[in-house]
């Protein structure tokens, strides 16, 4: 009886002061309490187990709390916790530059400390427009994919998709031009719109999602038809923003999405698996034509951006750590078994008639159920439901269901996955 008296409380307490993002509280449910986190494993302050099907929003791909991360953030925490970036460095900031630039998509060179996934591609914007500017062009519109998602700052909501979500401030975005994403039917009328775009705007740069928008419910791209849609913006020298926010640090089999495509990106931004779940921070790196378009005698000429806690030594250790592990053999091999495992599961899903446009790449995993949304109320709360109450934490997009679990996930706990995606399936008849 205890036990329930202090749950109830702690969403009571949690009900009167918090502000949960995302979330219309007046329809909301309650928020339910997380106490510990480890391994693939999240517990509720009942005690209840869930694996962490998405590895928390794609950041905590070593699993929670790992001690190798842990440890060296601790000893580090112990040394130098904090100082100023600007005119200061430290070998934290150091170390990770020289780990990232041996992993990152050829041509990178240069980093750009920020906080966030939203900061990181704000940066990127930042980046085109005023390598332009600084360039002596004339170029102030921005290239994006419909439906994308490139974060909550204005800028990077000026580039998202619209949605009713940011319709409040489309009064105050930058001008963005958008084209349809490339599936590898409409590869050609794609490139005719972005001929006519290049032609009619002043179009500074490109961002995008390599290969798979994940707030979008995980769409694929095709890639012949991304790269083509590359090649034909640098030819018009827009530069080439990857948003590699998600796709970032092993999740699609890679290091990054990036290096599954011929045509390498000019800027690159990252968060989330970053620092493996543990702190937040965001990177945007560039290549060295970038960085020499703000090279100047002219101080104007530089990025003037800049956050208070950049380059925080403790995050820079938590991604120097999660680095090590992403290019450790064991990570790797996990890394390769889960992809294989996922391209099983899709081709067992593609027998189901239930099941619509099974894919996979990586360990990310997805499909759309093949329902009439209206027949069953609110889908995704009743999807959401349902994992959680098996023992499985996942967040379905209206009819998409989609993983992206740890890398550290057991056979054993793939196979549990796998059967609790078949059972609630199975509960749809086709
Ligand atoms: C999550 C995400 C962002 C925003 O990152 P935040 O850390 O939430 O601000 C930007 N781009 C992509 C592709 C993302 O998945």
Same mark, same amino acid.
């Given at each position: 009886?205890?036990?329930v008296?202090i749950?109830s409380n702690?969403?009571?307490?949690?009900s009167?002061?918090?502000?949960h993002p995302?979330?219309?509280?007046?329809?909301?449910?309650?928020?339910?309490?997380?106490s510990?986190?480890s391994g693939?494993?999240?517990?509720d302050?009942?005690?209840?187990?869930y694996i962490? *099907?998405i590895?928390?929003?794609?950041?905590?791909?070593?699993g929670?709390c790992n001690p190798?991360?842990?440890?060296k953030v601790?000893a580090?925490?112990q040394?130098?916790d904090?100082?100023v970036f600007?005119?200061?460095?430290?070998?934290?900031a150091i170390e990770l530059?020289?780990?990232l630039i041996?992993?990152?998509?050829?041509?990178?060179?240069?980093?750009?400390?920020?906080?966030?996934?939203?900061?990181?591609?704000?940066?990127?914007?930042k980046?085109?427009?005023?390598?332009?500017?600084?360039?002596?062009n004339d170029?102030?519109?921005?290239?994006?994919f419909?439906?994308?998602f490139?974060g909550?700052?204005?800028?990077?909501?000026?580039?998202s998709g619209?949605?009713?979500?940011?319709?409040?401030f489309?009064?105050h975005?930058i001008?963005?031009?958008?084209? /349809?994403? /490339?599936?590898?039917?409409?590869?050609?009328?794609?490139?005719?719109?972005?001929?006519?775009i290049?032609?009619k705007?002043?179009?500074? *740069?490109?961002?995008y999602?390599?290969?798979?928008? *994940?707030?979008?419910?995980?769409?694929?791209?095709?890639?012949?038809?991304?790269?083509a849609?590359l090649k034909?913006?640098?030819?018009?020298?827009?530069?080439?923003?990857?948003?590699?926010?998600?796709?970032?640090?092993g999740?699609?089999?890679?290091?990054?999405?990036?290096?599954?495509?011929?045509e390498? /990106?000019?800027?690159?931004?990252m968060s989330?698996?970053?620092?493996a779940?543990?702190l /937040?921070m965001g990177?945007?790196?560039c290549?060295?034509?970038v960085y020499? =378009?703000?090279?100047s005698?002219?101080?104007a000429? *530089?990025?003037?951006?800049?956050?208070?806690y950049?380059?925080n030594p403790? =995050?820079?250790t938590? =991604?120097l750590?999660g680095?090590e592990?992403?290019?450790?053999?064991?990570i790797?091999q996990?890394i390769?078994r889960?992809?294989?495992?996922?391209?099983q599961f899709?081709?067992?899903?593609?027998?189901k008639?239930?099941v619509?446009n =099974?894919r996979?790449?990586?360990v990310?995993?997805?499909?759309?159920?093949n329902?009439?949304m209206e027949?069953y109320?609110?889908?995704r709360?009743?999807?959401?439901r349902f994992?959680?109450?098996?023992?499985?934490?996942?967040?379905p997009?209206g009819?998409t269901?989609?993983i992206?679990?740890p890398?550290?996930t057991?056979e054993?706990q793939m196979?549990k996955?796998?059967?609790l995606l078949?059972e609630?399936?199975?509960?749809?008849?086709?």
């Open positions: 009886m205890q036990e008296e749950t702690l969403k009571e307490r949690d009167k002061h918090l502000w995302l979330t219309q509280h007046k329809v909301s449910s309650e928020m339910l309490p997380i510990k986190a693939v494993i999240l517990t302050d009942e005690g209840r187990e962490d *099907g590895s928390s929003w794609y950041t905590a791909v070593y929670h190798y991360i842990t440890n601790f580090q925490m040394n130098l904090q100082v600007s005119g200061f460095t430290h070998e934290p530059s020289e780990a041996k992993i990152l998509p050829e041509g990178q060179q240069k980093l750009f400390f920020n906080d966030n996934g939203s900061t990181a591609t704000e940066i990127g914007i980046m085109a427009l005023q390598y332009h500017h600084n360039l002596g170029r102030k519109v921005m290239l994006a419909e439906n994308g490139h909550d700052t204005f800028g990077a909501m000026s580039v619209l949605s009713v979500y940011n319709g409040a489309e009064d975005f001008r963005v031009e958008r084209i /349809p994403v /490339p599936d590898g039917t409409n590869n050609i009328e794609i490139l005719d719109q972005l001929e006519s290049l032609n705007e002043e179009i500074a *740069g490109f961002i999602e390599p290969l798979i928008q *994940g707030a979008a419910a995980m769409k694929f791209h095709d890639n012949e038809g991304l790269n849609i034909l913006c640098r030819q018009h020298e827009v530069l080439l923003v990857a948003d590699e926010v998600m796709t970032g640090f999740k699609t089999g890679t290091y990054f999405a990036s290096d599954h495509i011929e390498k /990106p000019d800027v690159i931004c989330k698996a970053l620092t779940g543990l /937040p990177l945007t790196s290549n060295q034509k020499d =378009a703000f090279y005698d002219e101080i000429k *530089g990025l003037f951006h800049g956050h208070t950049t380059a403790l =995050a820079c938590a =991604a750590a680095i592990l992403l290019t450790s053999e064991e790797k996990n390769h889960i992809s294989e495992s996922n391209q899709v081709r067992e899903l593609k027998q008639q239930q619509l =099974a996979s790449m990586g990310i995993l997805a499909f759309e159920l329902v009439e027949r109320g609110n889908l709360n009743r999807l959401f994992f959680m109450e098996k023992g499985l934490f996942l967040r997009l009819n269901i989609y992206v679990p890398y550290v057991s054993e196979k996955i796998y059967i078949q609630c399936i199975d509960q749809f008849q086709a």
